[in-house]
């Protein structure tokens, strides 16, 4: 069965700091795809970034990147330059099969 | 375009009753996920409606069921409700199912048994 762990409950940064996100997933499928995703305080979830497994190529969307190590299974999200309104939950998700990651509370400090 | 509807945004329930939730997915979207949001567990997810058909489900109990409607609108439902189900319930909608296609999820129906 796929899994997908996140070992850091929660995370501070300092604004215009740089700060790493961990996620790491467990699969036998060679075909696939993982998102971070975002939840603000006011709930409604929204996607930060996507990577597709074939890609070796590391996905990148302005201040976000991701290193993206399918043979560790290891997909982190860096977000650079952080602003408040980075402070959020940040789930980590596996597609297919639409496992999430028990999440990250993102906390930028002024 | 309309994001994704969810109603109830708020409910309160007894233990031992049911309730219904309705999500209504962005237009031309035909798979909707659900998901249970609590403190500690992240998201579970509960199962994914494609085409009317019920094409992937979690490890809930047979309590907790849904159907898709021929619009594309989704309704779960939860029987014999217990004070564990109190949850935010999320419902995702996107264009495909098992795809690499983005999930647009709806603000919740927060549910809380007493």
């Known amino acids: 069965a796929q899994t997908v762990t996140q070992s850091q409950p929660e995370m501070s940064v300092q604004e215009a700091e740089t700060v790493t996100l961990s996620c790491t997933y467990d699969t036998s499928e060679s075909d696939y795809y993982l998102f971070w995703y975002k939840q603000p305080p006011s709930r409604q979830m929204i996607l930060v970034i996507r990577q597709e497994a074939y890609k070796q190529q590391n996905a990148t969307e302005n201040r976000f990147s991701v290193n993206f190590q399918k043979a560790a299974k290891s997909f982190s999200l860096k977000i650079s330059d952080s602003q408040l309104g980075d402070a959020a939950m940040y789930f980590c998700?596996?597609?297919?099969?639409?496992?999430f990651g028990t999440g990250t509370r993102l906390k930028v400090l002024a | 375009k309309a994001g994704v509807t969810q109603t109830p945004r708020y409910l309160i329930k007894t233990r031992g009753q049911q309730v219904t939730l309705s999500c209504s997915p962005i237009s031309g979207h035909r798979s909707v996920s659900w998901y249970q949001q609590t403190p500690g567990q992240g998201l579970q997810f509960l199962f994914e409606y494609f085409s009317e058909t019920q094409r992937n489900k979690g490890n809930f109990p047979g309590r907790f069921s849904g159907r898709q409607f021929s619009n594309s609108r989704s309704e779960m439902n939860v029987s014999t409700l217990e004070l564990g189900d109190s949850a935010l319930y999320l419902c995702a909608s996107s264009l495909g199912w098992m795809t690499n296609t983005e999930a647009f999820f709806g603000q919740g129906t927060r549910l809380t048994v007493v």
């Open positions: 998700a596996y597609r297919p099969r639409d496992i």
